[in-house]
């Protein structure tokens, strides 16, 4: 419980007025929690498609514009701002050193920016395609959000801290990775698994497990080349991306 507790209390909005200890055991269980948490968000944008689209009878566009902002605001825009961040240490081609300078710099940058509107245009173009097309299921809404998290938690067990400080530093060393993976890749056939049981389709599981490992083996590679390691920054940016391709990866099966 307290896992899933602290999972709440550092990366949604959510109130969780209570003091958990930051021992192995608790950092361990609220990333094993991450993915589940994932899944909660995508039930509530769920929830929000329904009310907008069912029963308010919003359009579309209007009815994505609020799934997105849903999708954002219960994350308190942690990880987007991971992901504008990114992009401005990335661009800005500068040494590893000056590129995790960029990182811990709260000012918002040109690129940056850019970033953040292509983002925000990708999201909400994909939501209203999903709507467009009729495929807003409940369980892909609940699903991509899990395995964009679980792909997290592979990348953040496997690469060393990029820096010695920071909140993403003190979580590694905190942390026992082999059980976070174990119950991560556990949990996340599972996932698959009920997907293709509830639309007799093997091939798109199959797809999706293919992108993410290949996602997971590439932003390692990247981060280690780019960065040496993994940031809180950087682990933003891999859940927004990969939920924007599990979307379109999605949108491209059904």
């Given at each position: 419980?307290?896992?899933?507790?602290?999972?709440l209390?550092?990366?949604t909005?959510?109130?969780?007025?209570?003091?958990?200890?930051?021992?192995?055991?608790e950092?361990?269980?609220?990333?094993?929690?991450?993915?589940?948490?994932?899944?909660?968000?995508?039930?509530?944008?769920?929830?929000?498609?329904?009310?907008?689209?069912?029963?308010?009878?919003?359009?579309?566009?209007?009815?994505?514009?609020?799934?997105?902002?849903t999708?954002?605001?219960?994350?308190?825009?942690?990880?987007?701002?991971?992901?504008?961040?990114?992009?401005?240490?990335?661009?800005?081609?500068?040494?590893?050193?000056?590129?995790?300078?960029?990182?811990?710099?709260?000012?918002l940058?040109?690129?940056?920016?850019?970033?953040?509107?292509?983002?925000?245009?990708m999201?909400?173009?994909?939501i209203?395609?999903?709507?467009?097309?009729?495929?807003?299921?409940?369980?892909?809404?609940?699903?991509?959000?899990?395995?964009?998290?679980?792909?997290?938690?592979i990348?953040?067990?496997?690469?060393?801290?990029?820096?010695?400080?920071?909140?993403?530093?003190f979580?590694?060393?905190k942390?026992?990775?082999?059980?976070?993976?174990?119950?991560?890749?556990?949990?996340?056939?599972?996932?698959?698994?009920?997907?293709?049981y509830?639309?007799?389709q093997?091939?798109?599981?199959?797809i999706?497990?293919?992108?993410?490992?290949?996602?997971?083996?590439?932003?390692?590679?990247?981060?280690?080349?780019?960065?040496?390691?993994?940031?809180?920054?950087l682990?933003?940016?891999?859940?927004?991306?990969?939920?924007?391709?599990?979307?379109?990866?999605?949108?491209?099966?059904?």
């Amino acid at each position: 419980m307290n896992g899933i507790l602290l999972a709440l209390q550092f990366f949604t909005v959510l109130p969780i007025h209570k003091e958990i200890p930051l021992n192995r055991k608790e950092v361990t269980m609220m990333y094993c929690a991450l993915p589940f948490i994932g899944g909660a968000i995508g039930l509530t944008m769920y929830g929000v498609y329904e009310i907008a689209a069912n029963i308010l009878q919003f359009g579309p566009l209007l009815t994505a514009v609020l799934v997105v902002l849903t999708w954002i605001g219960l994350t308190g825009g942690l990880h987007v701002d991971g992901w504008a961040d990114t992009a401005d240490a990335f661009f800005s081609y500068r040494t590893r050193e000056k590129r995790l300078g960029i990182l811990e710099d709260p000012r918002l940058g040109a690129f940056g920016a850019m970033a953040l509107v292509l983002l925000m245009i990708m999201k909400i173009a994909l939501i209203h395609e999903v709507i467009l097309q009729d495929m807003g299921a409940v369980y892909l809404f609940m699903m991509i959000p899990f395995l964009a998290r679980a792909g997290l938690n592979i990348c953040f067990s496997t690469l060393r801290p990029a820096k010695s400080t920071g909140i993403a530093h003190f979580f590694r060393e905190k942390l026992a990775p082999t059980v976070v993976i174990v119950v991560t890749v556990f949990s996340s056939m599972l996932i698959l698994f009920a997907y293709y049981y509830g639309t007799n389709q093997w091939l798109p599981p199959v797809i999706l497990a293919g992108s993410i490992a290949a996602a997971i083996f590439l932003f390692r590679r990247w981060a280690m080349k780019h960065f040496h390691g993994m940031t809180g920054d950087l682990a933003g940016a891999f859940i927004e991306g990969m939920e924007a391709l599990l979307w379109l990866i999605v949108l491209c099966l059904l």
